[in-house]
Every structure is written in structure tokens, then in C-alpha cells.
């Protein structure tokens, strides 16, 4: 059983930096790939960025390319999400999301991550 607790959220200006962090406790050795998340307001949640825990691998999503770097930390069994020049749009709750399915998927698609965290709120203000 895999525990994650995201922490990092808060209230910037336009413009400005965040990093999200997500800690994974319990049993994470059957963790495939590992993604962000986020939910705006009246929006469905949309897969931001992933990475395969094995070899590294990342995706994003068009909107934060060049601006989120998605990073871990396997001896603390953190995961990172760097964001910088962000924008009121990113405004919305993050979560980070666990997966232990094994195979060709597409990793910003929530359907196959089994954990989740409780979220982190971000806002963004112009």
C-alpha cells in the first residue's frame, strides 16, 4: 500500500515559481510511472507531467513545456514538480498520482495511475 503527500502549493504572482513536492510512503518498489495532475475550477482534471521511475523518461503536456520539469528523488522517494513563469491559468489543484501498470500508455492519462494524493492547492494571480 502507497501513502503520497503533496506539499509545495501556495499563491504567486504571474510570472513567478513554485515546486510542488510529493512524498510516497509504503511499499513503492512496483511504482511504474508516476504523474502530476492538476484541476481547475469547473474543469476536468488534466495530466501535466510524468516520469518513468525506471529509466527516467518524461512527458509533459504542450501547455507547461519549457516550463515545469518533472523530477525525482529516489532515495527520498519524492517526486518534484518545478514550475516557473507561471501563469494565471495554471491556477488549480495539483496532485501527483502513482502507477504500477507495467506497458505502453499513454502517461498523462489518469485511467491506469491507482494512488493518488490529497492535492496541493496552486493560484496564480495576473
Known amino acids: 500500500h502507497v501513502q503520497l503527500v503533496e506539499s509545495g502549493g501556495g499563491s504567486v504572482q504571474a510570472g513567478g515559481s513554485l515546486r510542488l513536492s510529493c512524498a510516497a510512503f509504503?511499499?513503492?518498489?512496483?511504482?511504474?510511472?508516476m504523474g502530476w495532475f492538476r484541476q481547475a475550477p469547473g474543469k476536468e482534471r488534466e495530466g501535466v507531467a510524468a516520469?518513468?521511475?525506471?529509466?527516467?523518461?518524461?512527458y509533459y503536456a504542450d501547455s507547461v513545456k519549457g516550463r515545469f520539469a518533472i523530477t525525482q528523488d529516489s532515495a527520498k522517494n519524492t517526486l518534484y514538480l518545478q514550475m516557473n513563469s507561471l501563469r494565471p491559468e495554471d491556477t488549480a489543484m495539483y496532485y501527483c498520482?502513482?502507477?504500477?501498470?507495467?506497458?505502453?500508455?499513454?502517461?498523462?492519462?489518469?485511467?491506469?495511475?491507482?494512488?493518488w494524493g490529497q492535492g496541493t492547492q496552486v493560484t496564480v494571480s495576473s
Open positions: 509504503g511499499h513503492t518498489d512496483s511504482t511504474y510511472c
Open positions: 498520482a502513482a502507477s504500477a501498470h507495467v506497458g505502453s500508455w499513454y502517461p498523462l492519462a489518469e485511467g491506469r495511475y491507482d494512488i
Open positions: 516520469i518513468y521511475t525506471g529509466g527516467g523518461s518524461t
